[in-house]
């Protein structure tokens, strides 16, 4: 069983749609982090969380330390969102990170 | 601002040749991570730095090796190179215990 788990693997939804991307994790934690990848392209690095909800225009992420379950929520997506959707754990305060195998993101006009 | 900064991006190499990458971090991170992406896959780490001295080591073959320099940039090089090492590999850099930032990734193919 992978140490970082998301659902769904991918995801399709209309523009405007609401949608949520699920992580969920077996280990103990000192953050999560949440990422963006575009095809062929570089990492860009959206939330890290240790406790809490963050929000960033649109994009909203949660976590439950005591569930060791996070979310991400895109409000109104748009086609530019399409992207897979990484979820990131960190092990001790200078540990690496172990990654979920992402969701694939596509949003239709 | 400054981004962590890879190089090269792209790098097509012979199997058995060697191959070197380049991470310059963010002015005043002090811990710098190296990831390996292969095709289709979720990154692995590598290894990791901390104020110039390795600080964790993940699965980097033998053939793999890596150093911080004392102007915190930071090197992967590569030798023997094999068809499987064509991936993606990415840099991170913190200012530990702050937030992460990606490089671009340096794109490696082996032919």
């Known amino acids: 069983k992978n140490e970082v788990e998301q659902s769904p693997q991918n995801l399709t939804a209309q523009e405007g749609e609401f949608i949520t991307i699920n992580c969920s994790y077996s280990?103990?934690?000192?953050?999560l982090h949440w990422l963006q990848q575009h095809p062929g392209g570089g990492i860009v690095s959206l939330f890290m969380?240790?406790?809490g909800k963050k929000k960033h225009g649109r994009l909203i992420a949660t976590i439950n330390i005591q569930e060791k379950h996070s979310s991400l929520h895109i409000t109104a997506s748009h086609p530019r969102d399409s992207a897979v959707y990484i979820c990131?754990?960190?092990?001790?305060?200078?540990?690496?990170?172990?990654f979920g195998k992402g969701t694939k993101l596509s949003v239709k006009p | 601002a400054a981004g962590v900064i890879q190089s090269p991006r792209h790098l097509i190499k012979e199997k058995r040749e060697t191959a070197t990458l380049k991470c310059y971090p963010i002015?005043?991170?002090?811990?710098v991570y190296w990831y390996q992406q292969g095709p289709g896959q979720d990154p692995q780490f590598l290894i990791s730095?901390?104020?110039?001295?390795?600080?964790d080591k993940g699965s980097i073959p033998d053939r793999f090796s890596a150093q911080q320099f004392s102007d915190y940039h930071s090197e992967l090089n590569m030798s023997s190179l094999e068809l499987g090492d064509s991936a993606l590999y990415f840099c991170?850099?913190?200012?530990?215990?702050?937030?992460?930032?990606f490089g671009e990734g340096s794109r490696l193919t082996v032919l």
């Open positions: 991170a850099s913190r200012e530990a215990p702050g937030e992460l930032f």
């Open positions: 280990v103990g934690i000192s953050a």
């Open positions: 969380l240790s406790s």
């Open positions: 990131a754990v960190r092990t001790g305060s200078q540990g690496n990170l172990i």
């Open positions: 002015p005043r991170h002090d811990t």
């Open positions: 730095f901390y104020e110039k001295m390795q600080s």
